[in-house]
């Protein structure tokens, strides 16, 4: 046998015999249709092979974030199923509300469907979320970690709002149009985590199935003592607030008049649970305080 094929048998069998060749093997490459279980994914410390509206993910979620390699699918609304068939996943993940479409991917690849309590608030459905998705890919332990961390994280941001007094909060997108703003209850994910750091919503009135009421200005009088907190989308926001200070009715609002508006980065407010916990730290980093409010 020439010395050079000696060689090359010898480091194949050594390689055989590292503990490389026989770690764990190499995780499934799985495509999550939904921007959620996208988010769980990379918590989970597994990057997703591809996912819809790449761009938008990454201005909308900006942590975790999205490894570089990661592929577009097109439009959110519309994957592109052509590419996914080229890009032959292992799994395919779905929300609950793509379970219409399932058999169209359960053609190209092995399909999951979110199946969580829907009769939970948001943060707990987030958490249970997280355990499924954590059980598909054969990462329970890391899964039952990430709950802790995000616990952990919701406590500590309920410690330092509690720390100091705070009103109720509108929490709000503001709209155009200038006669209306958009208000999250409690239902959605950004009011229920208004709620777990021990914030109240100042809105109370009635709610779609998505979590927000299109309320007009006048019924902010209903609160005179509230804080709004709109969602800060830069050019959009300031051009929304322009055609606001621009109304009589925006004005002589109480909490206007008393400059208690205020502007907290945008969040994507269908995320799941690790949203809510950077939201809730949003909060603590850009909520003023009220030394002057007391309850009651």
Sequence with gaps: MHRRSFLHLMSVAALAASPLLHAQPQRKRVAPLDWQLAEIMLGLGVSPLAIPSLDMYRARVPQPPLPADVLDLGASWEPSLELLA????????LSPVQQMAQAQYAAIAPVRVLDVDSGLSPIP??????????QWLGCQPEAAALVDRLNTRLDAARAQILSQ???PIFLADIDQGGSHVRLWGHNSLLGDALARVGLVNAWDGELGPAGFALVELEQLVEH???????????????RSLMTLNASTLWNVLPLVRAGRVSPIPPTYVFGGTQTAARFAELLVANLPADPEYTHG
């Design 86 to 93: 080229r890009l032959k996943p292992d799994l395919i993940l």
């Design 224 to 238: 005179p003592e509230a804080r709004l907190i709109y969602l800060n989308f830069g050019k959009a926001s300031q």
């Design 125 to 134: 459905r987030g958490l249970a979320a997280i355990s499924e998705v954590g």
């Design 165 to 167: 007094p705070h009103r």
